[in-house]
């Protein structure tokens, strides 16, 4: 018996090649995808630097009980911030994805920091990526929560950075 493939007439040996060609290249892809979901790491082609902040599950719990925190993973760039004057952060902050997609996609915010003389922040959303209260419901899942995240890390990397007072636009 003769397959059309593409409008070509082929016997059983080519149409089981083609099979055989194309099973092996899905299970390549396969393999390849499970070994980066086990091992969670990639290279970057910028030059970031991983790091965790504690943010507070329930932004708008005024019970007083104690706080329950989980780690959200952000990355940093510091390599064009000005040691000498005052300097700007470009925030990029995450959304319905991992953020390294995002940081593989972004680089004109590396141009710009280059220009501008300023640090770079990718911060992951909540519920995405690395990112993920040990809650089992979705319920702290919105933008309230988000943005309260992106806040208090904001907060955060003025600390660590020692930005004075809020001068340093974000």
Not at 104 to 133: C, D, I, M, T, W
């Amino acid at each position: 018996p003769r397959f059309h493939i593409f409008g070509q007439k082929v016997n059983n040996l080519t149409t089981m090649w083609i099979t055989s060609r194309t099973m092996t290249i899905i299970h390549l892809l396969l393999l390849l995808t499970i070994s980066f979901c086990l091992h969670g790491t990639a290279t970057l082609a910028y030059d970031v630097k991983l790091r965790k902040f504690n943010a507070v599950v329930d932004h708008f719990n005024y019970k007083p009980t104690k706080t329950k925190t989980f780690e959200l993973q952000y990355f940093v760039n510091d390599d064009y911030l000005s040691k000498t004057s005052p300097s700007s952060v470009l925030f990029y902050a995450g959304n319905e994805a991992p953020i390294t997609q995002f940081i593989e996609n972004s680089g004109f915010l590396f141009e710009a920091a280059q220009e501008l003389k300023s640090l770079v922040v990718f911060a992951e959303h909540r519920y995405y990526g690395e990112s993920f209260p040990d809650d089992s419901t979705l319920e702290y899942l919105t933008v309230e929560q988000a943005m309260a995240d992106f806040n208090t890390l904001n907060l955060h990397l003025r600390k660590e950075y020692n930005f004075t007072g809020l001068t340093t636009p974000f």
